[in-house]
């Protein structure tokens, strides 16, 4: 015999034990991820390859199965080798300089630390102030700064010492050279505070062992801290390669990959055939050589990295 | 000069300098020991402090200074690395442009993007720090993968995508997809948080009668709040810069457009108007310095730390 109140309790209780239950599984945890990593992530991925196969348009109704044909069509336009070009030459200059530079204003900085140097809580503040400016803006103020006449800053101040005004962004070679001290001037923050903390994680001991062995200051780095770091140094330059061959807003705001196809990189090239020429199926096609590489990439980030070790 | 110093670790011995003269590498030596001598580090280090700064500083100082001149000014002899007098109609003009409209849906899309983020991410990264099942490993991997592809490479068959949902020129869309988006790589970060909490403090909150959720709501959310904190910022900034997507979403539905996509519109209308597109360009970054420059701790941690975990 059991009163009304009683059995509320007991679907109550019942109630809280399928819950208990159902938080005790990883599924409910999980869902909303999978859920939203298929549909905004898996899925576009997919449709990609499935859409470089076809003549998809904007402008036409009628999609047809083309087989290789957006590939081979790429394989034969020069534009598409000039477009792998400057996009290597982009990717290329980017990682030298973001790397070189951050890791000489990483190891500058952890020197400023341990000697108690003013100043190194200012460069490291003022590094990453530059990467976090959203990238379009980044485009814009270069372009004010790179104004190509006298009243543009840089041409003034090289006007200063009887050079200029310098065509920065309608000469082609000066474009794509612009373009990559943009990049630099955003992109160092990111190595720099990589390899950083990659020498805070230099055992100490290290050293002093070459200290009492008598190592100077250059041996110590050459055969301490370079050894120590190779591992974050790799890992860094492959992230920057991918970021490097991804790199969009920069450019498409600082020259819009002009002058001509001068700094046309990948992912301008695919974004004007699919939204401005409307072919998406040649976009399409563009985006897969884009995902290989990505993916080549991580192959390559993983292998370095171990994260098997990790999960 | 080495052996002066007291804090001097890269010279040789004093009592060894005279038997080294005899050799001929000792000149060389003695020129190395004087590059590598503290006092010439140290200020071989202040100048490249001060060139680095000048370098990152001053193209946003110059936008700035630009962005303030009287119309005019920017194209007059002689030159100025200070305007003359202070004048705000550049800012008037990116206002009468619809600024406010631009901050407005940037500061929406941040605030919902971001919430949505921690909304999905701290769960997942909870259940992969805690729960063994099969396929863990596999679907922590694919996670991964997600995060080191760009989504630079999705915004062509995104379009379709997004057509097909109905999810095309509304914000709501494009909050959905930066969600999507940017979980993995904050998951990768709440998990590392996750890690280092002791399941000790699972197991004493069970007994104590706790389900999981209240385990992660009572015990296990705050140790990992720095965490949370680190990829609150972090989202913060990606999605307040980011530009691809919002444009490819939004399209032409100005009165949804964001920051970036405004600034990048009203260039395109004011072409040569370097003051004009200056103001427009200090108004973009300026919330994001402030948030920076107030919470750049973190976000340096969170950077070195996200770097050991991949």
Known sequence: MTTPDSTTDRSFARLRAVGRRLLDHPLPWLAPTLVLLAVFQLYPMVEAVLMSFTNESLVSPDTEFVGIEQYARLATDPQFWEMLRVTAIYAFSSVVLHVLLGLVLALAIDYGVRRGLRGHLTTRVSVLLAWIVPGIIIGLVWKVMLVESQFGAINYLLGLVGVGPVPFRSDPTLALISTIVAGTWRGTAFSMIMIYGGLQRVPQRLYEAARVDGAGRWNRFRHVTLPQLKSVLFVTIVLVTIYALNTFDLIFALTGGGPGRSTQVLALFMYQEAFQDNALGRGASIAVVMLVANLALTAVYLYAFDVSEEI | ?310
């Open chain 2, 1 to 310: 000069m080495t052996n002066n110093e007291p804090q001097s670790d890269g010279g040789t011995p004093v009592e060894t300098d005279t038997i080294r003269q005899e050799q001929p590498t000792s000149r060389l030596r003695r020129l190395a020991e004087t590059i590598t001598a503290p006092a010439t580090v140290d200020a071989a280090v202040y100048v490249l402090y001060a060139v680095a700064v000048v370098f990152f500083v001053f193209p946003a100082l110059w936008v700035v200074s630009a962005s303030l001149r009287p119309e005019g000014e920017l194209f007059s002899y002689p030159f100025r690395l200070l305007p003359s007098e202070i004048s705000l109609t550049a800012y008037q003009q990116v206002i009468d442009a619809g600024v406010a409209t631009w901050l407005v849906n940037s500061t929406l899309v941040t605030i919902l993007g971001v919430g949505g983020i921690l909304l999905v991410s701290v769960p997942a990264a909870y259940a992969f720090s805690r729960f063994e099942f099969r396929g863990r490993r596999g679907l922590l991997g694919i996670v991964l993968l997600f995060q080191m592809i760009s989504p630079v490479i999705i915004i062509v068959p995104l379009y379709t995508v997004m057509s097909t949902l109905g999810l095309l020129r509304t914000r709501a869309g494009l909050v959905l997809l930066y969600v999507g988006i940017q979980t993995p790589f904050s998951i990768w970060l709440l998990k590392g948080y996750f890690d280092t909490v002791p399941m000790e403090l699972d197991y004493a909150a069970r007994i104590d009668g706790c389900n999981r959720l209240q385990t992660l709501r009572y015990v296990l959310l705050r140790p990992v709040a720095p965490g949370i904190a680190v990829v609150g910022i972090f989202n913060t900034v990606l999605t307040w810069s980011e530009f691809v997507l919002a444009f490819t979403v939004l399209r032409s539905e100005s009165r949804l457009h964001t920051i970036s996509i405004g600034v990048y519109k009203f260039q395109g209308q004011y072409g040569n108007d370097w003051r004009a597109i200056a103001a427009a360009s200090v108004i973009g970054m300026l919330p994001l310095v402030l948030v920076f420059l107030g919470l750049q701790r973190y976000f340096v941690k969170g950077l070195v730390e996200g770097s050991l975990k991949g």
